[in-house]
Structure formats: C-alpha cells, structure tokens
C-alpha cells in the first residue's frame, strides 16, 4: 500500500517562504511522477506543480511560476515544493499525489493521495 504523508505547511505572512515536503512509501518510488495539488476553502481542487519521476520534467500552474520550485530526492522516496514570495491568494490545504501506474507525468486521475497540510498567508 502506498502512504503519502505531507508536512512543512504553517502560518507565515505575505511575502515568506515555505518549503513543504511529501514522504511516500510502499513502493518504487523513483519510478512515478509526483504532483502536488492544493484546495482553497469554497474552491476546487487545483493543479500546482509536478515533477517526472526523473525529475527532468517539471510543470507548473501559472499562478506559482517563478515563485514554487518542485524538486524530489529518489534516495530519501521524498518530494518538496518550495514556495518563495508567498501570497494570501496561496492560502490552501496542500495534497501530493501519485499515480498507479509508472513512467507517467501528469495523468489524467491518481491513485494515491496523501492527506495535506495546511498553509495560511496573511496579509
């Protein structure tokens, strides 16, 4: 069974930096493309950065462009996302996530979710 468990999300104000970090276990993690998601209150669930499973691919939302760093250590089966320039309109629970089968970036539904940490940005 694969277990995805978050941390790194807090307080900070407008302007800061978080770096929020992904532990997966259960399974070869160097072979599957990770995501990371986030959800505002009221909002739906959105796409914010993901990373190949060889790290040479790496997409980003527009909203976080220049400002979050997606990176992953396959030796430590972790993933992180650095967020720099925090805004309050980044506010969110954030969620990584992986897919079932490997070798694929960005697909379509994931299997595996971890359960999300929160960030608040005050202004």
């Known amino acids: 069974q694969v277990q995805l468990v978050e941390s790194g999300g807090g307080l900070v104000q407008a302007g800061d930096s978080l770096k929020l970090s992904c532990a997966a276990s259960g399974r070869t993690f160097s072979s599957y493309a990770m995501t990371w998601f986030r959800q505002a209150p009221g909002k739906e669930r959105e796409f914010v950065a993901a990373?190949?499973?060889?790290?040479?691919?790496?997409d980003y939302a527009d909203s976080v462009k220049g400002r979050f760093t997606i990176s992953r250590d396959n030796a430590k089966n972790m993933v992180h996302l650095q967020m720099n320039s925090l805004k309050p309109e980044d506010t969110a629970v954030y969620y990584c996530?992986?897919?079932?089968?490997?070798?694929?970036?960005?697909?379509?539904?994931?299997?595996?979710w971890g359960q999300g940490t929160q960030v608040t940005v005050s202004s």
């Open positions: 990373i190949s499973w060889h790290s040479i691919i790496k």
């Open positions: 996530a992986a897919p079932g089968t490997p070798f694929q970036f960005r697909p379509k539904s994931y299997d595996y």
